[in-house]
């Protein structure tokens, strides 16, 4: 079929951080992409803070949509195929959000499953790959997406097995890392996240070429362009690539790298989060370089159109059930597994982590003098046990869990209403010694009402700590692993 006369359709995905659109005359394994454009919605913000879509993200994804449709219209498009992934599953109100989808731009969204997703994401990510000479027997595909991480391997053209991680860029930074730019202890908390929970992984070894797609990967890719001058024609990163990147972003804010680097701001906020998975997967797997693919989901969903007809889904649908799933320690294509079991591991790092957490709150009620380090360092151990505590959720008692989980936060909140406090008064200082004597009664002022707000705080925090019960705090998290869990927990 030549490229002239193949159908134009376009298709349209809905993700968690990104509304994304490709319109293109499609063939079963070619595409000539007319137009290719994306808008950040970040839907997966709210679902993550309240676990539904808010009016306010429904409204803007609206408003993408309509202007997508106008455009696919604009190149004529025999189709618009729409298509909803991790975000909009996780969402409690995502029917009342689908109805009023279809209602105000007329566009049916088929909310597919992440096997289905996986399917068409390589398909996407790796036509280009498959038309060049000698392509590889075994390729790997890293679908980085704002609320879930995917990894593929094939062979032949053929998915032989996949794991899904329920971690995003937009996940992960809306978790761990809320400065800006994040501090030294968030990111050494989140990169202790990753660690742990890429254990849940049995994979040693994926294969010598990984092609990582989604906007995480092409934004970190453009950035290096930019930073580092690597070629416009260069599609591939190295591990050290990767790392200088991750260390650029963790010095400047999201604004000084949007605007430095020609980054969307919003992007900008969560590609550091973004890089620390992809530094952690590569890690994890040993990899010197990975491959970036500008394309997924959305030309994986043109070309099934164009592979198999109207019943493009269905076929899709049989095809991902014959693909092995990572949900134990039984996958084809699985190379060993980790040195010690998932839920052993869990049970040791939670005693270590509740063990340092109640440590810290002895400190700080002990604390005699006017030093503020103590505070700091509990602020920390609570976030390091947070993370544990996320990553090995999947092996523990809910019950248990939620009332752990609930005691740690307690502190951390109250912990961080003091840091904060201390830090603001730590720059005010600074400041009387530098403004000008006419603005010193004032600087004093609000210092002077900032001690005793920390007092306050400071007060709060004693009274919870005075009721917390250590012992029976680290029983509960190292009691908290299911006996019999799975030694490496459902991803």
Request: charged share 25%.
């Amino acid at each position: 079929m030549k490229e002239q006369t193949a159908p134009v359709w376009a298709a349209i995905d809905i993700g968690s951080n990104t509304v994304h659109i490709v319109v293109a005359h499609s063939m079963p394994d070619k595409l000539d992409i007319l137009a290719d454009e994306v808008d950040m919605t970040r839907i997966g913000e709210s679902v993550n803070a309240t676990g539904e879509i808010s009016q306010q993200k429904q409204n803007e994804t609206i408003k993408v949509l309509c202007k997508y449709k106008k455009l696919a219209e604009e190149h004529h498009a025999g189709q618009i195929l729409v298509v909803g992934t991790e975000a909009i599953r996780k969402a409690s109100n995502k029917d009342d959000f689908l109805a009023a989808v279809e209602r105000e731009t007329g566009l049916h969204v088929q909310l597919i499953n992440g096997d289905i997703e996986a399917v068409l994401t390589f398909y996407g990510a790796t036509y280009e790959l498959y038309q060049e000479q000698n392509p590889p027997s075994r390729v790997g595909v890293m679908d980085l997406g704002g609320g879930s991480t995917e990894l593929i391997i094939a062979r032949s053209k053929r998915i032989t097995w996949r794991t899904s991680f329920s971690i995003g860029s937009g996940w992960l930074h809306d978790r761990y890392l809320s400065a800006n730019p994040p501090s030294h202890d968030e990111l050494s908390v989140a990169q202790q996240f990753l660690r742990t929970y890429l254990k849940k992984s049995n994979v040693k070894r994926l294969p010598r070429v990984l092609v990582a797609t989604g906007g995480t990967a092409n934004s970190l890719l453009y950035l290096a362009q930019q930073a580092f001058q690597l070629p416009e024609q260069e599609h591939q990163l190295t591990y050290d690539g990767v790392m200088r990147a991750e260390g650029l972003m963790s010095a400047l804010s999201a604004e000084s790298i949007a605007r430095r680097y020609h980054q969307p701001v919003g992007r900008a906020r969560i590609l550091l989060a973004g890089t620390l998975i992809i530094a952690a997967v590569m890690s994890k797997f040993h990899l010197q370089t990975i491959r970036v693919s500008p394309h997924g989901i959305r030309e994986g969903v043109l070309l099934a159109r164009a592979r198999f007809g109207e019943g493009w889904l269905k076929q899709v649908q049989q095809i991902s059930q014959q693909t092995d799933v990572d949900t134990s320690s039984h996958g084809k294509e699985l190379e060993g597994t980790p040195e010690e079991p998932f839920a052993q591991s869990g049970r040791h790092e939670l005693k270590d982590r509740a063990e340092k957490f109640v440590q810290e709150c002895d400190k700080v009620l002990h604390n005699e003098t006017e030093d503020i380090e103590p505070v700091h360092k509990l602020r920390v151990a609570s976030r390091r046990l947070r993370a544990a505590l996320d990553a090995y959720q999947s092996c523990c008692d809910p019950k248990l869990f939620k009332q752990v989980y609930k005691q740690v936060k307690d502190a951390a909140d109250s912990a961080g209403a003091v840091r904060d406090t201390d830090v603001m008064l730590q720059g005010l200082q600074k400041q009387l010694e530098q403004v000008p004597t006419a603005e010193v009664a004032g600087v004093q002022w609000l210092v002077d009402h900032l001690m005793l707000y920390r007092e306050e705080r400071q007060q709060v925090l004693d009274d919870f700590l005075n009721a917390l019960d250590g012992g029976t705090l680290k029983h509960q998290a190292e009691a908290s692993i299911k006996k019999g869990a799975a030694s490496n927990g459902k991803s």
